[in-house]
């Protein structure tokens, strides 16, 4: 095989792999959009303990609309610009966001504690609730909204940050997974798409 038609080929396989792949994420978000009633694949129970120290569940939220939002309050950049979008596109809804309770979800449960989540709290919106808890709890609630995250050395230092999946989540109530967002997503798209709840 000359070296052409091996780059041809290859070119060509790429292209049937990469089509493949597009079309099964493609499956997975129809069916997971289709698939409201709780048996999603984002989405789950939880138990972890807000930023005033109250114990909670997804039942505590189970009558709104939900913004579920991943993220760690020493982010340097990505996650205070995530939750300034959530926080903005709530502000633009006016009275009407209180069908819709947002919930920050801490992936660094170690640094994150009730004390610290509080003390993030007045920077966002104040219909927020700033979720920490134990690893495991953590761990478990991430797992179910198919969130990664993991530590990241800095280098010449004792601290660490946090790779994370950065992506919105919309909640139906009863928990069944309406949409997510990315992180170009702006205020009034958020916004936009809230409203459209109603
Ligand atoms: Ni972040």
């Known amino acids: 095989m000359t070296n052409r038609t091996f780059v041809i080929l290859f070119s060509l396989l790429t292209v049937i792999f990469l089509g493949a792949v597009g079309a099964g994420v493609w499956i997975?978000?129809?069916?997971?959009?289709a698939d409201s009633e709780g048996s999603s694949l984002v989405g789950g129970p939880f138990q972890l303990?807000?930023?005033t120290g109250r114990s909670v569940t997804e039942a505590d939220y189970d009558d709104v609309h939900k913004i579920v939002y991943f993220g760690y309050t020493t982010?340097?950049?990505?996650?205070?610009?995530?939750?300034?979008?959530?926080?903005?596109?709530?502000?633009?809804?006016?009275?009407?966001?209180?069908?819709v309770k947002p919930l920050f979800i801490t992936v660094?449960?170690?640094?994150?504690?009730?004390?610290?989540?509080?003390?993030?709290?007045?920077?966002?919106?104040?219909?927020?609730?700033?979720?920490?808890?134990?690893?495991?709890?953590i761990a478990a609630v991430a797992k179910a909204y198919r969130v990664f995250y993991?530590?990241?050395?800095?280098?010449?230092?004792?601290?660490?940050?946090?790779?994370h999946s950065v992506i919105t989540y919309l909640m139906a109530p009863g928990?069944?997974?309406?949409?997510?967002?990315g992180p170009e997503t702006s205020p009034k798209q958020l916004a936009d798409a809230l409203r459209a709840l109603r």
């Open 175 to 181: 928990g069944g997974f309406l949409a997510h967002f």
């Open 75 to 99: 982010c340097p950049d990505v996650c205070p610009t995530g939750l300034s979008v959530i926080s903005e596109a709530l502000e633009q809804l006016g009275p009407a966001a209180k069908f």
């Open 108 to 137: 660094d449960p170690e640094r994150d504690t009730i004390a610290i989540m509080a003390d993030y709290h007045q920077h966002f919106h104040p219909s927020f609730s700033n979720l920490t808890g134990t690893p495991e709890q």
């Open 28 to 33: 997975v978000s129809q069916s997971r959009q």
């Open 49 to 51: 303990t807000d930023h």
């Open 150 to 163: 993991q530590k990241a050395d800095v280098d010449g230092s004792d601290d660490y940050l946090m790779d």
